[in-house]
Nanobody, 123 residues
Framework: QVPLVESGGGLVQAGGSLRLSCAAS????????VGWVRQAPGKEREFVTA????????LYADSVKGRFTISRDIAKNTVYLQMNTLKPEDTAVYYC????????????????WGQGTQVTVSS
């Protein structure tokens, strides 16, 4: 398992932007799929996006497509989630998660999870 350290998040007005970071602490993301999953109060966890570390293929939920971008910095062993044009319905705790694999699917099943970071979008 790859220990994950998240940063970013906070409070932003609708239409604003935020960037989340997820770093692999002490190990590499090689041969892993790294994803972002969010959970709003009273709702189940929801797939947001994911990236295959080896190759960079990505997948997005329809609800964030065109507004969110997942990327990776290989040298820093870090995955980023750039969130633009944020909406109040994006308000949730965002989790970075990782699993070994080479296929990216819209799943919330991962082996390792970050601590979560709160994103609040005000209207």
């Amino acid at each position: 398992q790859v220990p994950l350290v998240e940063s970013g998040g906070g409070l932003v007005q609708a239409g604003g932007s935020l960037r989340l970071s997820c770093a692999a602490s002490g190990r590499s993301f090689a041969y892993h799929v790294v994803g972002w999953v969010r959970q709003a109060p009273g709702k189940e966890r929801e797939f947001v996006t994911a990236i295959i570390w080896n190759g960079g293929s990505t997948l997005y939920a329809d609800s964030v497509k065109g507004r969110f971008t997942i990327s990776r910095d290989i040298a820093k062993n870090t995955v980023y989630l750039q969130m633009n044009t944020l909406k109040p319905e994006d308000t949730a705790v965002y989790y970075c998660a990782a699993r070994r694999g080479s296929m990216v699917v819209p799943s919330t099943v991962y082996d390792t999870w970050g601590q979560g970071t709160q994103v609040t979008v005000s209207s």
